[in-house]
Structure formats: C-alpha cells, structure tokens
Nanobody, 118 residues
C-alpha cells in the first residue's frame, strides 16, 4: 500500500505537532485490517518504534514518548495520525509511517522531518 506522511516541521521545545499518514489508494475494507505504526530515525541512529495501532485499535508506544504522543486512526479517511505534545529536542528525526497487512507484509511511507529546537 502506498503511504504518504505529512505534518513535519521545525518547532520549539514544548510545542506540538500532528503528523498524518494517508493511504489514498487503499481500499477501505483492506485498510481497516492493517496494523499501522509510526517510526522515527534520529540523526546517526537506527529507526525506532514511536507508536503503533492495531486493526483492533490497540495501541503501543515507545517508552520515550509515553504520555506525550497519541496515535489514532480514521479508517473512513484511510489515515493514521500522531499527535505529538511537549516535544523535546531528542524527538528530532525523520518520522516514517508503516503499514502491516494481515499476512505480515510491510509498507513504508517516504518520511517527514521533525526538528525540535531547544
């Protein structure tokens, strides 16, 4: 499935951003069965899980973002969102949207840059 991430930008520490991931070409009845996630890759580091939401809307968060970030999905719009509050400089990185279908096949979006200044 093709994924389009958007919403990144440059913000000051303590501010908020909302990322959006769209799957415009996905069929609704197929999208709702995907497990979706947001990953990030900080400069010079490996890609890491930020947040995930299953087809059944169970959520999972990386330890560093618990209590600050919220993942949600709108299946009717074929979108997944990541609400990021109280941003910190260490949240800086490229944020990628991920989709996993019931067979386990994964798709990745192109990434959106988030930069948090101190």
């Amino acid at each position: 499935v093709q994924l389009q991430a958007s919403g990144g930008g440059l913000v000051q520490a303590g501010r908020s951003l909302r990322l959006s991931c769209a799957a415009p070409r996905a069929i609704f009845s197929v999208f709702r069965d995907y497990d979706m996630g947001w990953y990030r890759q900080p400069p010079g580091a490996q890609r890491e899980l930020v947040a995930a939401i299953s087809s059944g809307r169970s959520t999972n968060y990386g330890d560093s973002v618990k209590g600050r970030f919220t993942i949600s999905r709108d299946n009717s719009k074929k979108r997944v969102y990541l609400e990021m509050n109280s941003l910190k400089p260490e949240d800086t990185g490229i944020y990628y949207c991920n989709a996993k279908d019931p067979r386990g096949y994964e798709s990745w979006g192109q990434g959106t840059q988030v930069t948090v200044s101190s």
